[in-house]
Nanobody, 122 residues
């Protein structure tokens, strides 16, 4: 089993910054694709940013130039630096990881964290 735990959410003023963290633990052999998603009530979960095992990143157009995704030295940690936050960034942010697990062979499994609330006040 693998667990993802997000932290770092909270209430921030318009134009402020927050840094989200995601710590993965469990029978992890290798983390491949990792990403941050966000979801607001009544809407589908949307991809915010992603990073591959070789460090390639992609961003939603709405966050380009403001958000930065990165992986920690342990490779099983994920960060999202969010700057110049706007009201429309308010959402629950979820960490997502695609991993090879010990005992799982070559199968890749997807895991989700429980989410962390980010609220931007105007």
């Amino acid at each position: 089993q693998v667990q993802l735990v997000e932290s770092g959410g909270g209430l921030v003023q318009y134009g402020g910054s927050l840094r989200l963290s995601c710590a993965a633990s469990g029978l992890i052999f290798k983390s491949n694709f990792m990403a941050w998603y966000r979801q607001t009530p009544g809407n589908q979960r949307e991809l915010v940013a992603s990073i591959t095992s070789d460090g390639s990143t992609e961003y939603a157009d709405s966050v380009k130039g403001r958000f930065t995704i990165s992986r920690g030295n342990a490779k099983n940690t994920l960060y999202l630096q969010m700057n110049n936050l706007k009201a429309e960034d308010t959402a629950v942010y979820y960490c997502n990881a695609h991993m090879l697990v010990i005992g799982g062979g070559r199968n890749e499994y997807a895991y989700w964290g429980q989410g962390t609330q980010v609220t931007v006040s105007s």
